[in-house]
Each structure stands twice: as structure tokens, then as C-alpha cells.
């Protein structure tokens, strides 16, 4: 009898010990979120997150981005989005493949991809939605807060998330590791921007919302550029071909198995030396400029992110010879020069206008545009100068828009002194020839002391006692003024 109840004891005693380490190794369930995110600008989106099962903060997951549909839209918050996150919140396939999936809700009245009214999808003629720049934001933000592989972002839209999802990767083409398109509309004159990524595209041949014939013209365009991208027209098919598309076998392993060797780095074939380049941009009106191009000899792999000077050239340049440009100033000194550790551009003003006009001004701002988004800039780095009519024309820029730049060096320039209320927290360095009969040095000495009165106390004045009106070769030979801009960044 004793011997009995030992064992009972011994074996309760075991089950107690069992229960409890089953208890301390329970596992964790999936989670989906409900969120609303505030936007560095204040701006709001909807979106969901879902969190594996058994989340381990020591490992790094994949995340994948799903992009919802014009039916998707609203404020409910409650949408699953996609076929994506129907497919990828399994829990057969989170077991193979446990992932992050976010699923952000886009308003009745935004969209992931602006077009024109004739429906054209143009990365470089339309500005990124504000739904997808809080989309770029959210994902920026998980990444802090979760254990995300950043080799392994992927993204994944169907309908109007296939527009978004084109959109996303030809304006970021560097931040996924493989998208999935379905039924949607892309830029093909820009393919080449994605040629590198692996894309698995699908489309209905009976699609009657968004034709066949969008993703055909993406795909060609690809091949072109000798992408390896994997196409599935889907025989007999309407609009919905994501429910296909996510029953394909090989879609969601294939998925997993992509690998973003350089995450964040360009993946780009420029050599060192300045380029002849151009753009068109439609703001308050068409801006076109032509614009000397100028990056380092290690671009892009020197580091991810670049300062970029925006360079604005005096009176005699003006014109549409982009030869003119290369003759003074900064690009003069980029001729025979491949290690300053910026980005230049350096645009040229048409004939018959001034930088400080106004439909100038806003071509400039639409360029800085332009270059964020084509190339790796950091927004936080960007640097304003300019000599003679540019001299006037940075006293006319920087004070439009002080919120870009974060610093400033105008040479022999002038400007409006009431418009320095704007430039009080900002750096400054002015350089002027006291023997100028071009521009009088009092131009520079009248903006010098209205910053100094409205409280600038960042402003410096340097004046060449023996210089006329070229005070800039001096200046831009001066290894010091690169040194100072880099010391600097925009205020937050």
C-alpha cells in the first residue's frame, strides 16, 4: 500500500512539473492588429499588421506588403485587404513560412498610384500618393519595432494594389526583395528601374476592368531590359485573377526564396562623371529643365544614402547648352574632379527667364523632387548654392521652401531682405568680392545683417578684399565650405 502511494505521489508530482513546463512553452497565437499611424506630417492611414505565431524578437522575419483594391477602400479598418493576406495568414503556410503581413486601408478619396485623366501610370510625370509615402512610413516604423530581415520586404497588389504595387517598386527599387503584380498597370519607360528585382506578374486574358494589355506592355518592356521577370496570362479570366494567381503552387515557396542581396543600396550603372540629363514635371505649370548630373567615383556603394548640392549657375550660362553650364562655377570644378562626396545637380535656366522668377522656383522645387526619387538622396542633406543670378536665385529658393535644405552658400548675390524671417534657423555662409561692379557687395551685406537681426545666429560673411565679381572659384576650391555643409542637417 505504501508502495502504491509513493508512485501515485511520484507520478502526480511528475504531471504537476509536466503541466507546468507545457505552461512556460505554450505557444503564442498569431495576432492581427487593428492601427492607425500618424505620419511625420501629421497626415493618418489605416492598416492591419499580422504577427506570426511564436514571434522570437532574436530572429529576423520576412514582412510582406499587400495592397488592397478599389473595393478595398474606406475607414472601417477591418478589411483583410488581399488574396495575399488570405493566402499568406494561413496557418499551413505560417508554419512553413512565418512572415509579417501589413495591409494598410487607403481612403475613398486617395489612391496607391496617381494618374492623369487620360489613366496613364507615369513614375516620373506624377508625384508619389500621399497614401503610399504613410505606406513607406508604417513599413520604416515596423521595421523599428519588430524583428524585420529588411533582405526580406516583398510586396503584393491586386487591381488598384497592382497599380500601387508597379508604383511602390519603380519609385523604391532598391527596398523589395521580389513584388508580386496582379491585374494592375505599371510605367513600361521606366522598367528598366526594376530589371533587376524578380517579379512574378499575373493578369486575366478576359480582364475587362484593367486590360490584359497593361500587363503585356510591362512585361515586353522588362525583357528588354533582360529582367527575368515571370509572367502568368491566366486562360479564360476576368478581373479576379488574384484567386488564381495566390492558388498557383510554386507562387508562395518561390516568394520566400528571394533574397534582396543589397537592401537599400542603387542598383545602378552610372560611372563618375557628370551626365547630360533632363526632366518634365507637371506643378502649377509644365516645368522642364535640362541638368548637368554629377556623382562620386564610389557611387553607389560607397554608402546608401548621398548629400546632394543643388548648384545654380549665374546670367552668362543661361540658354539650352548644357556646355555653358560646365564652364564656371561647381560643375567647372566636377570636370576634373571625381571625389567630392555628394550628388550635383546643376540645372540650366532657359533663355528668356531669372532663377528668382516664379515659374522657376517651382521647377527647381519639382526638381529636387525628381532627383529624391530617382536617386539615393538623403532628404535630410541637401544643400543650396549658387553664384550671380544663382547667388539671387538661392536667396529666392531657399526662403520658398526653407523646409529642404539644410544649409545654404550664395556667392555675389542679392536678395528681398523681408523674405529672411524664413532663413532663421538656417545655416548660412555668404561670399562676396569687395571690388564687384556686377553685383555691389551691399546686395550680400543687406542680407547679411536682416538674417542677423531676425535672430540667424548661424550666418557667416566672408568678403575677397581683392576680388570683383568672381568670388566663386575661390570659393568652390575651398575644400572648407564641403566640409561645413556636411556638418549640417535639416532641422526637423
Not at 38 to 43: P, R, S, V
Not at 111 to 130: C, F, H, I, N
Not at 306 to 320: C, D, Q
Not at 324 to 334: D, E, F, S, T, Y
Request: with cysteine; charged share 25%.
Amino acid at each position: 500500500m505504501q508502495k502504491q502511494r509513493l508512485i501515485l505521489i511520484i507520478s502526480m508530482g511528475l504531471l504537476t512539473s509536466f503541466m507546468t513546463l507545457c505552461a512556460a512553452i505554450e505557444p503564442t497565437e498569431a495576432t492581427i492588429d487593428a492601427r492607425e499611424f500618424t505620419g511625420k506630417d501629421g497626415e493618418k492611414l489605416l492598416y492591419r499588421v499580422f504577427k506570426p505565431a511564436n514571434y522570437d524578437p532574436d530572429k529576423k522575419y520576412p514582412l510582406v506588403l499587400c495592397l488592397h483594391g478599389g473595393g478595398g477602400k474606406g475607414n472601417d479598418n477591418k478589411s483583410r485587404g488581399t488574396q495575399a493576406f488570405i493566402a499568406l495568414s494561413d496557418p499551413e503556410v505560417q508554419n512553413d513560412y512565418p512572415a509579417f503581413l501589413v495591409t494598410p486601408q487607403c481612403p475613398q478619396s486617395g489612391s496607391w498610384a496617381l494618374r492623369g485623366p487620360d489613366r496613364k501610370q507615369s513614375v516620373t510625370e506624377y508625384p508619389m500618393s500621399r497614401e503610399t509615402k504613410l505606406v513607406l512610413e508604417i513599413l520604416d516604423s515596423l521595421q523599428k519595432e519588430f524583428s524585420i530581415d529588411p533582405s526580406r520586404l516583398y510586396v503584393s497588389g491586386q487591381s488598384m494594389g497592382g497599380r500601387g504595387t508597379w508604383d511602390i517598386i519603380q519609385r523604391r527599387p532598391t527596398m523589395f526583395a521580389a513584388a508580386v503584380p496582379v491585374c494592375g498597370v505599371g510605367d513600361p519607360s521606366e522598367a528598366k528601374r526594376i530589371a533587376h528585382m524578380p517579379i512574378w506578374n499575373f493578369h486575366g486574358d478576359k480582364d475587362g476592368v484593367v486590360p490584359v494589355k497593361a500587363s503585356r506592355d510591362m512585361v515586353t518592356a522588362l525583357k528588354k531590359e533582360d529582367s527575368k521577370v515571370i509572367y502568368s496570362e491566366l486562360k479564360g479570366v476576368n478581373h479576379g485573377s488574384w484567386i488564381p494567381a495566390w492558388e498557383t503552387e510554386d507562387l508562395i515557396p518561390w516568394l520566400f526564396k528571394q533574397r534582396n542581396p543589397n537592401p537599400g543600396k542603387a542598383q545602378s550603372s552610372i560611372k563618375p562623371r557628370q551626365y547630360d540629363r533632363s526632366f518634365e514635371r507637371k506643378v502649377e505649370v509644365t516645368a522642364k529643365l535640362e541638368y548637368l548630373l554629377y556623382v562620386h567615383r564610389d557611387y553607389p556603394e560607397a554608402q546608401e544614402k548621398w548629400p546632394l548640392i543643388l548648384f545654380l549657375h549665374g546670367g552668362g550660362e543661361k540658354g539650352s547648352d548644357l556646355k555653358k553650364v560646365r564652364r564656371q562655377g561647381l560643375p567647372k570644378l566636377l570636370e576634373k574632379k571625381d571625389d567630392l562626396p555628394f550628388i550635383v545637380a546643376s540645372p540650366q535656366c532657359p533663355g528668356n527667364s531669372r532663377w528668382s522668377d516664379h515659374t522657376q522656383i517651382l521647377a527647381l522645387n519639382a526638381l529636387l523632387d525628381e532627383l529624391i526619387e530617382k536617386y539615393p538622396v538623403d532628404e535630410d542633406r541637401v544643400y543650396l548654392t549658387g553664384l550671380s543670378m544663382g547667388g539671387m536665385g538661392s536667396w529666392a529658393l531657399g526662403p520658398a521652401f526653407p523646409e529642404r535644405f539644410a544649409a545654404m552658400i550664395p556667392i555675389c548675390g542679392g536678395g528681398n531682405h523681408r523674405d529672411v524671417r524664413k532663413l532663421t534657423d538656417m545655416p548660412i555662409w555668404v561670399f562676396h568680392g569687395a571690388k564687384d561692379r556686377v553685383v555691389p557687395i551691399s546686395k550680400s551685406q543687406e542680407m547679411v545683417d536682416a538674417l542677423k537681426r531676425a535672430g540667424n545666429n548661424n550666418v557667416k560673411f566672408t568678403v575677397y578684399p581683392e576680388a570683383g565679381h568672381d568670388s566663386w572659384t575661390e570659393t568652390y576650391n575651398n575644400p572648407e565650405i564641403y566640409k561645413w555643409l556636411l556638418k549640417h542637417k535639416r532641422s526637423k
